[in-house]
């Protein structure tokens, strides 16, 4: 097992931190906490949106493979679609100018475009077990032999909606397992750190980066986070969010948000466009202003 170089801890920087800044940490350590991400206002908007489709998700994994069912979680809830059920979460989180800046500077020079792949509140309830150590670029295995040399393939956001502590199942990482020569080594439980963090702080985190949600050893605290990823545009992502999202939804959209969700074209570098229709942007077939 490869042995990493790096702090056993993770690094916090406040949000208004250089972008340069922010990008060496996660270069170096994989993973940085950035402070205050959200308000407390944001948080509660956000979770009063979410609050009745959070009441009648049960929790655990509709699943039928065994062990992507134990990815899950039996006492997790996972809610996805959140871009329909929260105008907090498509106004105010993903149209984000720190999000767009983040990824501006990782995607934009090698593969010229981005989108979201996934977008979920994960929230562990009480006695749920760790959850399987995993990179999240495994979604797209050429990145695995790619390895630690590969393009970034995914950016992750995790973010605190309550304060993540050891006991309730904070997220678990590996830093510097971005840096591991073999990606189809995940590390062992022993060798991760959880990334303690405030309700409101945000993990911010590579897809080479080793990590998986942390048990739940209390009795009765829910520790719920907010999850959405981005990978370049000559990916398929996880959702398919024009088949999610009410298209007169979409229309009410920013322009770089309708992009990130699929209702414009993607513009990956060296091609003449993906995501097409007719050779033409599909932002103009769908009649989006902009």
């Not at 929230?123 to 749920?128: C, L, Q, V, Y």
């Not at 050891?166 to 439980?189: C, L, M, Q, Y």
Request: hydrophobic share 40%; glycine share 8%; with cysteine.
């Amino acid at each position: 097992m490869a042995v990493s170089t790096q702090p056993q801890s993770l690094r916090s920087v406040p949000r208004d931190t250089s972008i340069e800044e922010i990008l060496a940490i996660v270069a170096s350590d994989g993973g940085v906490i950035l402070k205050d991400f959200l308000s407390r206002d944001q948080i509660d908007r956000f979770n009063a949106e979410v609050e009745s489709a959070m009441e009648v998700l049960r929790p655990g994994s509709t699943h039928e493979n065994e062990m992507i069912a134990a990815f899950h979680g039996s006492k997790t809830k996972r809610l996805t679609n959140l871009v329909t059920l929260s105008p907090t979460f498509r106004n105010e989180i993903i149209d984000h100018d720190l999000v767009h800046s983040l990824c501006d500077a990782t995607f934009l020079e090698e593969s010229g475009s981005y989108w979201m792949t996934t977008a979920q509140v994960i929230e562990i309830g009480p006695g749920n077990d760790a959850q399987i150590l995993h990179r999240d670029l495994e979604n797209w295995y050429p990145f695995v032999t790619l390895g630690k040399n590969g393009p970034e393939a995914i950016l992750n956001f995790l973010i605190a909606f309550t304060d993540f502590t050891e006991e309730n199942g904070a997220t678990r990482v590996i830093p510097g397992s971005n840096h591991w020569d073999d990606f189809e080594d995940r590390g062992a439980p022993q060798d991760t750190i959880p990334a303690v963090m405030d309700a409101g702080d945000a993990l911010f985190f590579s897809g080479k980066t080793v990590h998986g949600g942390g048990a739940n050893r209390t009795e009765n605290e829910y520790r719920r986070a907010v999850a959405f990823a981005l990978n370049p545009g000559f990916l398929t992502g996880e959702e398919a969010y024009p088949f999610l999202v009410d298209l007169e939804l979409a229309k009410k959209l920013s322009p770089r948000v309708q992009r990130m969700l699929g209702f414009r074209s993607q513009y990956p570098t060296g091609s003449a466009g993906l995501w097409q229709v007719d050779y033409a942007e599909l932002g103009d077939y769908l009649g989006l202003d902009g």
